[in-house]
């Protein structure tokens, strides 16, 4: 569906609250109503603010955050916004994601330059403002700004978030701005009914910030009856079409926007604010879903990395796999393997039997010998190999221990000999903050004809994203050249290795970027189709 350009541009702002308790989906329900947006013509984006005082959430560890999301402009951002991007099939930007952290930052950096001399600075207007100002920064280039407030309405954290929320529905009214409440109705087995009430007393509680919800969407693992719809918009002073149940979808996250599209979410949204019900185009999406949901092939691939008791630290790897999958018409199993586990006496049991391996990224030496050990193991018995960021490090080192003869071989990351054949880039030798200081962002890069890399890509000149500090090192290149590992791509001045791979192998890779940052749904990324696929073969040949 073509973007809407036939009226004058007036940005309209949906509001995406979360209550009961965390994790209910607020991501995945503001991407698949963007989507159902954009595919009636109308140009989208989403916004995520986040109501914790870290900066970005660069320096957090991955099991209390999940994986840290790399936009094109180098900003360590919300996993939510892998969830936008993948929905809405183009590129975010560091403007869509604010922390609690950016906006005091903000406001005391001015407050010491005298910007608000002779004022006392106070949460009103100064922070609310600050906010605002943030939520509008795209106003008149897009139809909807979708902005999704972190965490659950009633914590302390957000109530600056919601306060601006208040405000920007007072200053522009009920034709631009429109408030969603994402809520939950647990099912009672004892009582062998749904209970209302958490849901009530959620909005209640976004009510006491002056805040009335327009729509409510009901995360609920059974149907809810008309009755039920009917007690909670009375109680919650919804209109009862409003009042959208969002059962658990079957096998895939992607089943969501047609869920909505089911239940009139995306009309309900229009029609309340006045715009145009234009085409609705969902076939393509259909068939994606139908090939994730009934597949004709499956393979099972390991991901091997130290962060696999959280699998949100590989959100957007095992998302891509879903692509690559879809794709292929191919179901990817995924088995997780914490690498600390793995072992030179246990690394037959632990992924033999499997069809590829993917070596993820990560940071730190715990669990790195898992990894190489691992990675020896798929090179030796012609395994489709994938590594990612560590992961491609990681290959490079087993190489050079198990191929090129210096079993000293290592990184700078991990200890300092004259052997670490990856080590820290020139740029990062003299960084001293550890906070948005890595190699971060889309970076180019140029690409061997001859190579796997470029029959995946089918391009000479790539751009991906990257979040590192260590490279290989350039000092032992020729040695590994000769050896047989081709540096199927570099930066465009050929300083920096960028891809890896072995010609003698079935499918060996590496990358030192993220390729998962850029799988979209429907489209995929090229490396994840091109490995899919020689798993596949693999699997045959068993």
Not at 265 to 275: A, D, F, H, N
Not at 366 to 385: D, H, L, M, Q, S
Request: charged share 25%.
């Amino acid at each position: 569906m073509k973007e809407q350009d036939t009226y004058s541009r007036q940005t309209k702002y949906i509001f995406i609250t979360g209550g009961v308790l965390s994790s209910l989906g607020k991501g995945i329900a503001s991407a698949s109503l963007g989507y159902l947006l954009k595919q009636r013509g109308y140009k989208v984006s989403i916004m995520k603010f986040d109501p914790y005082i870290n900066v970005d959430p660069g320096t957090m560890n991955p099991f209390q955050h999940g994986e840290v999301y790399v936009t094109d402009d180098g900003a360590e951002t919300d996993l939510d916004l892998g969830h936008y991007e993948r929905f809405l099939g183009y590129s975010l930007s560091k403007k869509n994601n604010t922390t609690t952290g950016q906006v005091y930052f903000e406001v005391i950096t001015k407050e010491r330059k005298g910007h608000y001399l002779g004022k006392t600075v106070q949460v009103i207007p100064h922070i609310t403002n600050e906010i605002k100002r943030r939520m509008t920064i795209f106003e008149g280039e897009y139809d909807f700004i979708l902005i999704e407030i972190g965490g659950t309405v009633g914590d302390i954290e957000s109530l600056p978030f919601l306060e601006a929320q208040r405000q920007m529905w007072l200053e522009r009214g009920p034709q631009n701005v429109l408030n969603i409440h994402l809520t939950y109705v647990p099912y009672i087995k004892s009582a062998g009914e749904l209970k209302t009430k958490p849901t009530q007393h959620s909005v209640k509680a976004l009510m006491e910030f002056g805040i009335r919800p327009d729509i409510l969407l009901c995360r609920t693992e059974h149907k809810l009856s008309k009755e039920l719809r009917q007690k909670i918009g009375l109680f919650c002073n919804v209109e009862e079409n409003s009042v959208i149940e969002v059962i658990d979808v079957e096998s895939t996250i992607y089943e969501v926007p047609l869920l909505f599209a089911k239940r009139e979410l995306e009309q309900i949204v229009l029609r309340k604010m006045g715009l145009p019900l234009n085409e609705l185009e969902l076939e393509t999406w259909k068939k994606f879903v139908e090939r994730i949901r009934n597949p004709k092939y499956s393979v099972n691939v390991g991901l091997v990395g130290k962060y696999t008791k959280y699998t949100d630290s590989y959100k957007s790897i095992i998302e891509a796999f879903i692509h690559a999958g879809s794709i292929n018409n191919c179901k990817v199993n995924i088995e997780l393997i914490n690498s600390e586990e793995i072992t030179e006496e246990n690394v037959a049991s632990k992924i033999g039997h499997l069809d590829g391996i993917l070596v993820g990224p990560g940071f730190g030496f715990r669990g790195i010998e898992g990894k190489i050990t691992a990675i020896k193991y798929v090179r030796t018995n012609k395994i489709p190999f994938f590594g990612i960021c560590l992961g491609m490090q990681c290959s490079v080192i087993e190489f050079a221990r198990n191929v090129c003869g210096l079993p000293q071989a290592t990184s700078g990351e991990f200890e300092t000999n004259d052997y670490c054949v990856i080590d820290l880039m020139d740029e990062q030798k003299n960084v001293k903050e550890k906070g948005g200081t890595m190699r971060l962002g889309a970076y180019p890069c140029v690409i061997q004809e001859d190579s796997l890399a470029f029959k995946a890509y089918g391009s000479k000149e790539i751009s991906e994203r990257h979040r590192h500090r260590y490279e290989l090192n350039n000092k032992f290149r020729a040695l590994l050249e000769e050896k047989g590992m081709v540096m199927s791509g570099t930066s465009p001045d050929g300083n920096l290795v960028e891809i890896i791979e072995l010609t003698d192998h079935p499918w060996f890779l590496g990358v030192q970027f993220h390729p998962e940052l850029k799988s979209r749904a429907v489209t995929g990324h090229p490396l994840f189709i091109s490995f899919i696929k020689a798993t596949l073969n693999n699997k045959n040949k068993k």
